[in-house]
């Protein structure tokens, strides 16, 4: 039925003219067009609303071709109680301007709450709406206004809805904690009707906002209003949100708004795609697990870690008891083989590469009160006695391990003791951080804090993703069976005397150092996991970077004890990865790449050096003219000897090393990678990977061995390391994105109901890195009862 002018003014049966207004009955469902200016005003008056026997509010929709605004179509809604008010053209507010709209559909908001509690929500009394239109143009525009109901507004259990937004047509749609009749007892107990999961899906890639609100008016459906109440998320193609209904104790209201530009979901101001901004969408509410789920995933893991801690534990120690020959003097057997000679096995070098060999070294910051009388002189003959580490052309651990064991393992410690003083240092200030966060999470309802996998984040009392967080048991509890195994072992090794001649030296402090980085990589990655976000990734990644490094460290350790670096600069190294780490994130710019891949470079070839020539060189006039005094003498014996390194060995892994690094830092120039922070967790893993292989090398090339006990452990880290990087690399969310954009890779969970494939790689990551460490335990265990000067350096 289309309503004319004319015949509103002079005709109509329908209609009374009055102080300038029409009244009109009108009925749902019916288009009414007219002309209207600033002497008209439209009154629409809605009836039979009482005929519909379930609630479903009714829905207005207005559209207009001729109103400016300045002059715009004002639309008034009336109910008993509310008010809705709005002006067409719609200005909606973007990134770089405006969007205006000349078409706009409203729900009308009735109380819920209050007609629920009072009469029950099936036999509410319906309120019949009043539309007036009105406007300040001087000139007649037209319109056309509707009033109807929507098709879904009721929402079920596990059911699909399909539904239609754009930034003037917000829809929104009521659901009411229940359980369904039509289920049985065995369904009913399987899942939890209490917490529901909303699930939203689109192919197109227009930027919304869904916000979850108590069903009490108004209803805020606009953009500019939207987050001012309840929960409220960004998303493109997908998002999700777990509701308890300990928040909406009466059922909540699911608000979907379209916004004008994509700016919000992408940060990117480049113009968004042409044509009218019409998304599609379909939704799904879906019961969450029972809170029995959650006590049998804890259940199942907490006795998966104590089976391995029993069966790994018991077997690890019967196999020591049965097979390892204490580190102890009687024990040590006769080593008729250690009388090499020192002198056949030094390089006749010119004097000016001789005199460069002593003191270009310090004492390695040790403290000398803290030392006895014959110890100091000790420390004073190894500094006189520096050069023949450089000077012999095959050298062995007698010439590395000099010092007394005993400031070996003060040495040693240093590294527990400073990985403990950051642990406390750094934890606790995270720890705080995170709690303010999901704090702040759950006060203002806003999700894109946090980079959920929304899909599969179980919340339990304040924490909004329990499963994530607790999946990082593994980490401690791993950790501290390895600090288990290490003072175990360490009983076995009191004699000093025999540390001094046989055996790769062991220094403890390392291994504890490496247990604590393992507990600690456990408590930041699971406060990294209450509230995941770009920012504080940081944390996740920081002890790995000590894991990793601590590694290598401990490698180069083996066959260098004396000049091995002190625990001062490598957590000063830690410290300056951390802060570029911070930088990368904030600051991921050309300038910083170039910057970063100079010092890249630099660091490598001063490592380099250091490596080479076992720290007997340092950069200075002297050594420059050094080394073109050895160019000349080498080409005088041969050309070709310019190109022949004095130690191979050293040159090959130290050429390795330059080539991996080199690659890295060209991919870093080339694609400038946006995870800064796994960037750099690369370099070093790549490091301490390149060097654990060339010392497998070097071990079978001297005629060592690997136990097989040791290839086991390895076996089975690398198993766990390739399974590992399948689950990492198919990753629930990216906080590399924004948050609408993470959100597309959201999944469901995978293992138990409780766990998703970040929470896989936690329990294979820490398995790994735990029979890394064995591995690094027990390498050298072939040499356990060899006398120094039988054991080569590389």
Same mark, same amino acid.
């Given at each position: 039925? =289309? ?5 509103? /003014? ?18 749902? @469902? ?18 039979? *609303?009482?005929? =519909? ?55 009308? +908001? ?151 530009? &994509?700016?919000? $979901? ?15 969408? @379909? ?10 789920? *959650? ?6 893991? /907490? ?5 391995? #801690? ?55 910051? /040790? ?10 002189? %000790? ?11 450089? +000077? ?31 642990? /406390? ?26 980079? #959920? ?7 339990? @009392? ?49 291994? #504890? ?17 209450? +509230? ?18 601590? $590694? ?7 066959? %260098? ?38 010092? %890249?470079?630099?660091?490598?070839? #001063? ?30 014996? !041969? ?75 390895? $076996? ?32 469901? $969970? ?17 398995? !790994? ?11 050298? &265990? &072939? ?12």
């Amino acid at each position: 039925m =289309y309503l004319i002018l004319l015949f509103a /003014l002079f005709g109509g049966s329908n209609s009374v003219f009055l102080n300038q207004s029409i009244i009109i009955s009108a009925n749902y @469902s019916v288009p009414y067009q007219g002309l209207i200016n600033n002497s008209l005003e439209y009154i629409f008056e809605f009836s039979n *609303y009482n005929s =519909y026997k379930v609630f479903v509010p009714p829905r207005v929709t207005v559209t207009t071709k001729d109103a400016t605004t300045v002059a715009p179509l004002m639309v008034t809604t009336r109910q008993p109680k509310e008010l809705l008010s709005w002006k067409l053209p719609l200005s909606v507010e973007t990134e770089t301007g405006e969007e205006v709209y000349k078409n706009s559909s409203r729900t009308l +908001c009735f109380d819920i709450l209050n007609h629920n509690k009072i009469q029950g929500f099936k036999q509410l009394q319906h309120e019949n709406p009043i539309v007036s239109l009105a406007t300040s143009s001087l000139t007649s525009i037209d319109f056309t206004v509707t009033v109807d109901f929507p098709n879904e507004f009721l929402l079920e259990h596990s059911t699909n809805y399909s539904i239609q937004i754009s930034p003037s047509e917000p829809q929104y749609f009521f659901y009411n904690f229940s359980i369904p009749t039509n289920l049985t007892s065995t369904e009913v107990r399987e899942s939890n009707y209490d917490t529901v999961i909303l699930e939203v899906l689109s192919l197109d890639t227009i930027c919304t906002i869904v916000s979850i609100q108590n069903v009490s008016c108004p209803v805020f459906d606009l953009n500019q209003d939207i987050t001012f109440r309840g929960f409220y998320e960004t998303f493109t193609t997908k998002g999700g949100i777990t509701i308890p209904k300990y928040k909406f104790p009466y059922g909540f209201y699911i608000v979907f708004v379209a916004k004008a530009d &994509d700016y919000v $979901c992408t940060k990117d101001l480049s113009p968004s795609v042409s044509g009218d901004r019409v998304k599609k969408l @379909s939704l799904v509410i879906k019961p969450s697990i029972t809170y029995n789920d *959650y006590v049998y995933a804890v259940m199942i893991t /907490l006795s998966a870690i104590g089976a391995f #801690y029993i069966i790994f534990g018991v077997s690890f120690f019967l196999f020591s008891r049965q097979y390892y020959v204490p580190r102890q003097m009687e024990y040590a057997a006769e080593n008729g083989t250690a009388t090499a000679s020192l002198n056949s096995r030094i390089i006749k070098l010119p004097d000016e590469l001789r005199s460069e060999c002593v003191g270009t070294e310090g004492t390695n910051n /040790l403290d000398s009160q803290s030392l006895d009388d014959t110890d100091y002189d %000790h420390i004073q003959e190894i500094q006189e006695d520096r050069e023949i580490r450089l +000077c012999r052309s095959q050298p062995r651990l007698t010439d590395l391990a000099r010092k007394p064991p005993r400031v070996l393992a003060k040495k040693s410690y240093l590294y527990l003791y400073n990985v403990l003083t950051v642990a /406390l240092f750094y934890g606790l200030p995270v720890v705080q951080l995170v709690i303010t966060y999901q704090r702040v999470l759950n006060e203002t309802g806003e999700q894109d804090i946090c980079y #959920y996998n929304f899909l599969c984040a179980h919340p339990l @009392s304040f924490l909004s993703d329990f499963n994530h967080v607790f999946s990082n048991i593994g980490y401690v509890l791993l950790g501290i069976l390895f600090l288990i195994i290490t003072y175990h072992r360490e009983l076995t090794h009191k004699d000093q005397d025999f540390d001094r001649h046989y055996g790769i030296p062991q220094h403890y402090g390392l291994f #504890y150092a490496m247990g604590v980085a393992l507990i600690m990589e456990g408590v930041l990655s699971g406060s990294y996991h209450v +509230c995941p976000s770009q920012m504080n990734f940081q944390f996740d990644s920081s002890f790995m970077y000590v894991m990793a490094v601590l $590694c290598m460290v401990k490698l180069y350790q083996n066959r %260098h004890p004396d000049i091995n670096a002190n625990a001062y600069s490598t957590f000063g190294v830690l410290a300056i990865a951390i802060v570029l780490g911070m930088i990368g994130i904030l600051e991921n710019t050309d300038q910083f790449w170039v910057c970063f891949v100079i010092l %890249h470079i630099l660091v490598c070839f #001063y490592l380099s050096i250091k490596v080479y020539y076992m720290g007997c060189w340092k950069l200075s006039c002297v050594s420059l003219r050094r080394v073109g005094h050895i160019i000349r003498h080498d080409f005088w014996a !041969g050309p070709l000897n310019v190109l022949k390194p004095c130690y191979k060995a050293r040159f090959v892994m130290v050429v390795m090393g330059n080539l991996c690094n080199w690659a890295l830092a060209a991919y870093a120039l080339a694609y400038h990678p946006k995870n800064f922070a796994v960037f750099l967790l690369l370099i070093f893993m790549s490091n301490t990977l390149i060097y654990f292989f060339f010392y497998i090398l070097m071990k079978y090339l001297h005629k060592e061995s690997v136990r097989i006990v040791t290839w086991m452990f390895f $076996c089975i880290s690398t198993l766990c390391a390739i399974a590992a990087m399948y689950f990492f690399l198919h990753k629930a969310i990216s906080w590399s994105k924004t948050p609408a954009q993470s959100r597309t890779f959201n999944v469901e $969970c995978k293992l138990l109901r409780f766990y998703d494939y970040h929470d896989i790689w936690h329990f294979l990551s820490a398995i !790994g890195m735990f029979f890394t460490f064995m591995v690094l335990l027990t390498l050298d &265990d &072939d040499l356990s009862h060899t006398h120094h000067e039988q054991i080569p350096v590389f």
